[in-house]
């Protein structure tokens, strides 16, 4: 009896991916739908052979990691001009192919290219790389192929990448600045500390002065550095550690992205980039032509936010109900109270964090704005269209935003260097003019 592979949505949302014996595809169906899934795609299930001898197989690299989104970017745009000048498929892989240099990128258009070869759709064949093609990028060349508008949906989808990695450099150039200048400054307080502040301590005890406060807590710092100096990275280290283990559940995972989203300034920017990149990529679908729930379902795992993809999958299952966007949109966008963003809150933040978390408890993660433009665009049918809009808006936002944190943070670290360069020259100097005085005054004593 021949067999079929489908993919489907169960009843909550998630992603079905099974294979089904049945006569006919009009009975597989119908079992299906017995089940309770919704079919998004059916096809006779053909079990991979080995095709290590075919052309195309050979020449692929051992590799770590994942196609970095720049490069998967401009891959899509000379995919979509290949297609847009006529060429067949096959052939337009083949040309980036041979272009591109050995790494994960060559690996997946390797194994892409002997996929179309023996027989499978561009979509199916991309589905078999993940490490290069997400589900998102899938699911708009799925909805190209259905839709015969391929060249189409590739430029959309290349627009839609070059939008995202402006906004992601965007934040990362504005980032490396005050990066750079915190490490260079630790650099040179902990030489300070390390080497320089031992010395005048050697000097001081030869005279016997009595020191002051001042200068006596830049001794104690400085023996701490000296003493613990391995604990400077493994402090940083440790916390990162700490970070990336409870992160690994899906309870820390949450409680770390409302601490994220809650955080004063740094927040919102990171907030504002999300609710930019999600509507975008709902837009991006719902103008492909991917369904509702599916485009849902996809903008979800593609948000990278697990407070994001807790609103999202509500919005789904509301939607499935019978309801429609906007409504459950705004009424899901209040994260729900979580202790793991407390306990975040108060680890990071000693003392006040635990107030900080309070003030901010009632915060949307979306604004009315977002909620209004969406339901203008239900009722008028141009709901893409006014997700773009949200999405181009925030993007705006979000270089706005950033643009102002630099302006705050510039001052911010020349008034927090500058008191840390007068504290360690005024401890230093004061036992210093306390000597010089003492030995100017001894021969007339």
């Known amino acids: 009896m021949p067999q079929f592979k489908f993919e489907a949505i169960d009843q909550k ?6 294979i089904i014996e049945a006569a006919t595809e009009d009975e597989a169906l119908a079992t299906i739908r017995h089940m309770r899934y919704q079919v998004t795609k059916i096809s006779i299930y053909k079990e991979r052979k080995a095709k290590s001898g075919k052309a195309g197989a050979t020449g692929k690299t051992r590799t770590f990691g994942g196609v970095r989104s720049k490069q998967l970017a401009i891959f899509t745009r000379q995919l979509s001009i290949l297609q847009d000048a ?60 259905a839709g015969g508008a ?3 949906i590739l430029q959309r989808l290349a627009e839609f990448l070059e939008r995202s990695e402006a906004l992601k450099s965007r934040v990362k150039s504005a980032l490396t600045y005050p990066i750079c200048v915190v490490g260079f400054a630790v650099g040179i307080l902990a030489f300070i500390m ?34 613990f100096f391995y604990l400077i990275p493994l402090i940083p280290f440790s916390i990162w550690l700490m970070v990336k283990l409870t992160t690994g559940f899906d309870y820390g995972r949450f409680g770390w992205h409302l601490f994220m989203l809650k955080l004063p300034v740094f927040g919102t920017l990171i907030e504002k980039t999300t609710v930019a990149r999600t509507t975008r990529t709902l837009g991006t679908l719902v ?16 948000s990278n936010n697990a407070v994001f993809e807790l609103m999202y999958q509500r919005i789904l299952e509301a939607i499935r109900d019978g309801d429609t966007i906007a409504n459950p949109m705004k009424m899901y966008s209040k994260p729900p109270f979580h202790f793991g963003a407390l306990a975040y809150f108060t680890f990071f933040i000693p003392g006040v964090g635990a107030l ?20 203008v665009g239900e009722e008028t049918g141009e709901l893409d269209t006014m997700l773009y809009k949200i999405a181009d808006t925030y993007d705006q936002e979000v270089e706005a935003a950033t643009n102002a944190l630099m302006s705050i943070i510039e001052p911010l670290l020349v008034m927090f260097l500058g008191g840390m360069v007068g504290f360690i020259v005024i401890a230093l100097f004061l036992p210093l003019i306390s000597l010089i005085t003492n030995l100017s005054g001894s021969p007339g004593s």
Do not use: W
């Open 86 to 145: 006529g060429l067949p498929i096959l052939r337009s892989l083949n040309i980036l192919m041979t272009q591109a240099k050995p790494g994960p990128l060559k690996n997946a258009l390797i194994d892409v290219t002997t996929e179309i070869e023996s027989g499978s759709s561009l979509s199916e064949a991309m589905s078999k790389a993940p490490k290069a093609f997400n589900r998102l990028f899938v699911n708009m060349i799925k909805a190209g192929e």
């Open 194 to 227: 390390y080497f320089i502040v031992p010395k005048f301590e050697t000097i001081f005890t030869e005279f016997g002065l009595k020191l002051p406060m001042m200068t006596l807590l830049l001794i104690a710092i400085s023996k701490f550095v000296v003493n």
């Open 287 to 302: 103008t492909s032509g991917v369904p509702i729930l599916e485009a849902l379902h996809i903008t979800k795992e593609t």
């Open 13 to 18: 949302g998630n992603e079905i991916n099974d």
């Open 356 to 375: 900080v978390y309070a003030t901010r408890l009632n915060a949307r993660i979306l604004d009315d704005m977002v909620v209004n433009m969406v339901d």
């Open 150 to 152: 391929l060249e189409t």
